[in-house]
Each structure stands twice: as C-alpha cells, then as structure tokens.
C-alpha cells in the first residue's frame, strides 16, 4: 500500500517556477513508477511526466517538456516535479500517482493517487 501527498502548489506569474513535491508512505515506494497528472476545470486530466523505480526513465508531454522537470529521492520516499516558464494554460490540480507496474501516461494504471495540489499561473 502507498499513500501519496502532494505539496508545492500556489500561485505564480506567467514565466515563474514551482516545485511539487509527492511524500509517499509505504516501502515498496521505491518499486513504484511515478506519474504526474493535472486537471483544469472542465478538462479531462491530462497526463504531465512519470519517472521509473530508479529515476532513469523519464517521460514528458509534449506540452511540458523542456519546462518540466521531474525527478525522485527514494531514500526520502519523494518525488517532486520542477516547473519552471510556467504559462496560465498549466493552471490546474496537479496529481502525484503511483504504479506497481511499468507505466506512462495511461491513468488506469496507476494505483495509487494523491489529494492534488493547486497550481494557478497568472497572465
């Protein structure tokens, strides 16, 4: 069992930077893939990054890429997600997930879900 929290979220002006953080409990964090997922009001979630078990996988969208960042401590149990050029078309509620399982960007296979944090870019 994982149980994921996601902090970091505010709000910032276009072209500024955040980074969330995703603390998970539960020892078997270190096997997991973890994802990255927002969702803005009246959208679908949309998938954002995941990372492997051992950070040397990453994978982005291309909306984010070459902004994002995402990476993991294991020895801390945390995953963050650095955003930085941030635009008002990345506001929504971010997403920490998790899977036991090699996975992408498919929600269905991820697990484990935080509460999501707020993330709202000004113009």
């Known amino acids: 069992q994982v149980q994921l929290v996601e902090s970091g979220g505010g709000l910032v002006q276009a072209g500024g930077s955040l980074r969330l953080s995703c603390a998970a409990t539960?020892?078997?964090?270190?096997?997991?893939?973890v994802g990255w997922f927002r969702q803005a009001p009246g959208k679908e979630r949309e998938f954002v990054s995941a990372?492997?078990?051992?950070?040397?996988?990453?994978y982005y969208a291309d909306s984010v890429k070459g902004r994002f960042t995402i990476s993991r401590d294991n020895a801390r149990n945390t995953a963050y997600l650095q955003m930085n050029s941030l635009k008002p078309e990345d506001t929504a509620v971010y997403y920490c997930?998790?899977?036991?399982?090699?996975?992408?960007?498919?929600?269905?296979?991820?697990?484990?879900w935080g509460q999501g944090t707020q993330v709202t870019v000004s113009s």
């Open positions: 997930a998790a899977s036991p399982r090699y996975s992408r960007d498919y929600a269905g296979q991820y697990d484990y």
């Open positions: 539960g020892r078997s964090f270190i096997t997991h893939t």
């Open positions: 990372i492997n078990w051992n950070g040397g996988t990453t």
